[in-house]
């Protein structure tokens, strides 16, 4: 097939506009959706590296007085369904309850869709659920 890269993803996601929604950390742009599917959720600590010039995870080896800006953060990986592989979202903590709320929803049938929404002048995560389109897998003897 000429139009998908060896992981499956066609060349238009893969090269163009929509490689942000493909990435391993994904960042949907206001208005854009990625429909997800939740695998789990772990707790870190991150910190401003100087000398790397980006956010480092922080470990039990890792020199503490050398970064700025220490916080807490919620790492969500999900299956994102654009891309067809694992990703990673990280959300505060006032993202988490939401997304907790969400997740827990009576509605459990239908599909997550992350999207950021402008607050103030800077962009949140947001979850929403949204019917499927495929149909309800189920045994057949439940069909029965």
Not at 16 to 38: D, H, M, N, Q, V
Not at 85 to 105: G, P, T, V, W, Y
Not at 119 to 143: C, D, H, I, N, T
Request: aromatic residues 6%; glycine residues 4%.
């Amino acid at each position: 097939m000429p139009d998908a890269d060896t992981n499956g993803a066609p060349i238009s996601i893969r090269n163009g506009r929509y490689s942000r929604l493909t990435s391993i950390y994904p960042k949907p742009a206001e208005g854009e959706e990625i429909p997800i599917s939740f695998l789990l959720t772990e707790n870190r600590k991150i910190g401003w590296s100087p000398q790397e010039k980006k956010s480092v995870y922080i470990d039990e080896d890792t020199d503490i007085n050398s970064l700025k800006r220490i916080r807490n953060a919620h790492l969500v990986k999900v299956f994102n369904w654009i891309s067809g592989r694992e990703s990673i979202i990280e959300l505060s903590d006032q993202e988490i309850d939401a997304f907790k709320d969400i997740l827990n929803s009576e509605d459990e049938e239908s599909l997550l869709i992350y999207s950021r929404v402008k607050v103030k002048g800077k962009l949140k995560s947001q979850f929403s659920r949204a019917k499927s389109e495929e149909p309800r897998r189920r045994l057949l003897s439940e069909m029965m």
